[in-house]
């Protein structure tokens, strides 16, 4: 193979790892739960605000959330990184995530900014996510009609974590128990710092990505 065929598949192989990333999150908003299972490699791994467990089980927990609680959340993603090694790649996009829902009666826009961080592997059916993990930055409230009160607990918010407090004060609203502990976000570095490096030791570890 020479120089310009390898440059040539290497950037063929960001541009199907680009593409899985924007679609995985499509079809999240879709509610194409098969087509969202399938973007996951067997023994992925998935770790949100209000999840942990399989890219699987994750399609059924969001088919759930959408379809029996009633929240239907929209994903906007720039994948942004792309680092290749052989069959294992890691890419980090920005993210955003829109909700529309009601609080005790008023109609409240909500959106959480973050990043979504993924490992993906090659494998017989092209690239598959491994991971997929949210780094989460900041989250904003508005009210849908302008002069609106947003009725919200302010010695409830003070408790959760500063980057995702609104998000989880929402998400507890409908059930979901919200890891407080060791999600990954802006105000702990040293997770951060913890998770980079755990990333970066399995892209470059010597042998096939799946077998």
């Known amino acids: ?54 890219g699987k089980e994750f399609a059924e927990a969001s088919r759930e959330m959408a379809e029996e609680r009633g929240r239907a959340s929209k994903h906007l993603i720039t994948p942004t990184v792309v680092r290749i090694n ?35 592997v090659r494998t017989p059916d092209g690239w598959r996510l491994a991971s997929f993990e949210g780094i989460y930055q900041k989250d904003v409230m508005l009210p849908v009609h302008p002069g609106d009160h947003v009725p919200l607990a302010r010695d409830e918010l003070d408790q959760l974590r500063a980057p995702y407090r609104i998000w989880a004060y929402m998400l507890s609203r409908r059930g979901y128990q919200i890891n407080q502990d060791d999600i990954v976000a802006d105000d702990r570095p040293d997770l951060l710092a913890e998770f980079y490096a755990d990333a970066e030791r399995w892209l470059t570890t010597e042998g096939p990505a799946v077998t």
């Open 1 to 54: 193979m020479t120089v310009d065929d390898k440059m040539l598949a290497g950037q063929l192989d960001k541009l199907a790892i680009i593409e899985l990333v924007r679609l995985e999150r499509f079809w999240r908003d879709q509610g194409d739960w098969d087509r969202l299972a399938g973007a996951y490699a067997d023994d992925s791994y998935v770790r949100t605000t209000w999840f942990e467990g399989t």
């Open 86 to 120: 052989g069959d294992r790649a890691l890419v980090e996009s920005l993210g955003e995530i829109h909700n529309r829902s009601d609080l005790d009666g008023v109609e409240v826009d909500t959106i959480q900014y973050c990043r979504f961080f993924s490992r993906v």
